[in-house]
């Protein structure tokens, strides 16, 4: 019962917390929207309802009663702070609600790499859901405006729908392509590093401000564009998050700077609710676009990486193929050679491999190679080069490693293979062991062919010594046969 009752206690707890947290934030949001309406009722931002929707859908665990509940308390304490009538309270609570649940049940139905923004059509998807989110404030907003400000119907939906359609789309993409908390701490850079290339990879960003600058100076109609090419050239430079992130403050600077009328626009009343729409309705456009642009951008170096991965790795074991095993290892060889550090590498072979092929099939086979691929990779180091060579043959350049150290490495791996039971398809279950050919290069100028032959006579050695050991050859400089140790 005790526990029982502590775990009753640990879960209420649980739930206040969620409701006091998300209460929290959608008050900050509201007062902060309400500092920003200058002009009577018409804010011009309103964060909190793209806000909540964004951390309802990226932290689902807020998203259950009590964070609705704590979300309600919320827009009803922002509301009575500033002295509305509890009809007031009422209306505007439903009509920030309605965008909200609507949007959030849409959201969900989508896949998580939609949501995140990471597909070619998630901008055009996002774009779809915050209309119709948009829309459904609008029907609340329909009802509130003649009861509240004395406007028509027709007026006071395209009011909420035109003002959550411009907060949708600033504010969400940020928290739906907010970056994970990282698992590891980042390592701070060095003002050393900050070189030509850092200044390079700031130019879109400094272009950003000067354009918004700009605007400011220049003025006009067409001011609010002014930055449209330098968000289009951050988004093919930046993240998809750095992107949202400028576009996200684009939109608020621009919002705020026409609400207060710190924007120069020529001849346009700023008193004009229809102005003030098609303004807002222009800055949702313009963030769109760059939105997009960073979109298709992930989706175009997810498919590079992947066309780079497929063609320096190995599809079977995952592992470096050939062509990449020698380019890598070449360099890896220089460098430490240059250091006048030893090199070790090995060159591994699954002992009777064939047997395995003809006994159980080549599924099998398959299954062998994956496994000691697994059991390989988790046995060398950060920097070694682990690749498979073809059939079941491997290597491993350990680069900066003694003799001592790459017989260790190479008894690892050999016993932990060894030790393995390899579970096959039709249940059953065998075991295989490696040999192992070991050479180590002490601060010499050998080519990683002459190493590759040297590491593979060792591994000769060690099949006709018995399979199943690791045997230590070395590269006589006068001659260009490799002797492997009994």
């Not at 009753?8 to 409701?19: D, L, P, V």
């Not at 309270?89 to 049940?105: C, I, M, P, Q, S």
């Not at 739906?176 to 060095?190: F, S």
Request: proline share 4%; hydrophobic share 50%; with cysteine.
């Amino acid at each position: 019962m005790a526990s029982g009752a502590n775990f009753s206690a640990k879960a209420w707890a649980g739930h206040f917390t969620i409701a006091c947290l998300v209460l929290l934030l959608v008050l900050g949001a509201c007062l902060l929207g309400i500092m920003t309406r200058p002009m009577g009722h018409l804010a011009a931002l309103w964060p909190a309802n793209a806000l909540l929707l964004g951390l309802l859908v990226r932290y689902p665990r807020l998203a259950s009663p009590a964070g609705w509940l704590g979300a309600v308390a919320g827009y009803v304490l922002a509301d009575s702070m500033t002295g509305g009538s509890a009809l007031q309270t009422l209306l505007l609570t439903l009509a920030n609600l309605a965008g909200v649940v609507v949007g959030y049940l849409l959201l969900r139905r989508l896949g998580d790499d939609q949501r995140r923004l990471r597909t070619p059509y998630s901008v055009l998807y996002l774009a779809l859901v915050i209309v119709a989110a948009s829309s459904a404030a609008g029907l609340v907003g329909a009802i509130a405006e003649p009861l509240l400000f004395g406007g028509s119907a027709i007026s006071g939906w395209s009011f909420w729908f035109v003002t959550e359609l411009v907060n949708f789309m600033a504010i969400l993409p940020a928290l739906l392509t907010l970056p994970e908390w990282p698992k590891r701490p980042v390592e701070r850079r060095r003002a050393a590093q900050w070189g030509r290339n850092e200044l390079l990879k700031a130019l879109p960003a400094v272009s950003l401000l000067l354009s918004g600058c700009a605007a400011l100076v220049i003025g006009g109609p067409g001011a609010i564009v002014f930055p449209v090419p330098a968000l289009l050239w951050c988004a093919l430079s930046y993240s998809l998050f750095s992107t949202a992130l400028l576009t996200l403050g684009y939109s608020g600077w621009i919002l705020v700077s026409i609400s207060y009328g710190s924007l120069p626009l020529a001849m346009l009343d700023m008193n004009s609710r229809p102005m003030l729409l098609s303004l807002r309705l222009g800055v949702s456009m313009v963030a769109f676009a760059p939105l997009t642009v960073a979109s298709v951008m992930v989706t175009r170096n997810a498919l590079l990486e992947r066309m780079q991965f497929m063609a320096s790795h190995d599809q079977l074991s995952g592992l470096l193929n050939r062509w990449a095993f020698y380019e890598s290892a070449t360099q890896l060889l220089a460098k430490y050679q240059r250091n006048g550090r030893p090199t070790a590498l090995l060159m591994l072979d699954i002992d009777h491999f064939k047997r395995v092929n003809d006994t159980y099939g080549h599924v099998a086979g398959d299954i062998a190679l994956k496994s000691f691929a697994r059991v390989a990779s988790d046995c060398v180091r950060g920097d070694d080069a682990l690749a498979r060579l073809g059939g079941e043959e491997f290597a491993v350049l350990l680069p900066g490693c003694s003799q001592e150290q790459a017989q260790i490495i190479a008894e690892r791996i050999r016993a932990s293979f060894s030790g393995t039971e390899i579970e096959l398809d039709d249940g059953r279950s065998i075991s295989c062991s490696v040999s192992i050919g070991l050479i180590v290069v002490e601060q010499s100028s050998h080519t990683l062919e002459r190493m590759l032959q040297a590491a593979d006579e060792a591994l000769y050695c060690a099949k006709r010594l018995g399979r199943n050991r690791v045997e230590n050859g070395w590269i006589l400089e006068s001659l260009p046969a490799v002797t492997g140790e009994a």
